[in-house]
């Protein structure tokens, strides 16, 4: 077990441009999140992927924010025309998809938008 | 909606005493799960201890144990014989029973003195 990984671990980027995260969860883990977390504040639910199907999104996930998880492995987060806001770090989880069960985090990108 | 909310932003505790961090949470559900998680300045969001809304008993895990009040919606965290490894944010966490999403609240700072 390798754990939850997430890269790269920090961004910097000028307002505008495109960028993208990507995360490997727990080889075996079926289900996996992405959340935000602004300074001082807890992690905000975006979306998350059953195996390839992404099943729910959050009203937070603008338009320019996209998720993909091809062949239910890793996942790919992008974010086009970046803007201040964006800046945040982001999360992801993975977990096995039963009902109230432990997820598993990795230790994030914190991605800064100039 | 549901609602998560800690209200203390910062607590301290001396080394081997006991501190108790205070969650509320709203919900019209009565079948949730509700957990504690901890991030240290890694980043990593660990999980210290899930309590299942239908138990009335309260969760323990070592020195870490919850005072589930159900009508109340009120779920504290206790840290006994506090250890210098404690110093984290913690995160008070909801998830429905018919999902896994995680509603985190704004998390309590705490400080562990020698």
């Known amino acids: 077990d390798t754990g939850v990984s997430q890269n790269p671990r920090h961004k910097i980027t000028k307002r505008g441009q495109n960028v993208t995260f990507r995360c490997d969860p727990i080889?075996?883990?079926?289900?996996l999140y992405w959340y935000r977390q602004t300074l001082g504040q807890g992690p905000e639910f975006l979306t998350y992927f059953q195996n390839e199907a992404q099943l729910e999104k959050s009203r937070l996930l603008s338009d320019r924010f996209s998720a993909e998880r091809p062949k239910g492995s890793f996942s790919t987060l992008e974010i086009q025309r970046t803007e201040q806001g964006d800046s945040a770090m982001y999360l992801c989880a993975s977990s096995l998809g039963e009902l109230g069960e432990k997820l598993f985090f990795g230790s994030g990108t914190q991605l800064s938008v100039l | 909606a549901q609602t998560v909310t800690q209200s203390q932003p910062e607590m301290s505790v001396q080394e081997a005493e006991t501190v108790t961090l205070s969650c509320t949470y709203d919900t019209s559900e009565s079948d949730y799960y509700l957990f504690w998680y901890k991030q240290p300045p890694s980043r990593q969001m660990i999980l210290v201890i899930r309590?299942?809304?239908?138990?009335?008993q309260n969760a323990t895990e070592n020195r870490f144990s919850v005072n589930f009040q159900k009508a109340a919606k009120s779920f504290s965290l206790k840290i006994s014989d506090s250890q210098l490894g404690d110093a984290a944010m913690y995160f008070c966490a909801y998830s429905m029973a018919s999902g896994s999403r995680l509603t985190f609240g704004e998390g309590t700072q705490l400080t562990v003195n020698p």
């Open positions: 080889s075996e883990h079926n289900r």
């Open positions: 309590q299942e809304a239908y138990k009335q």
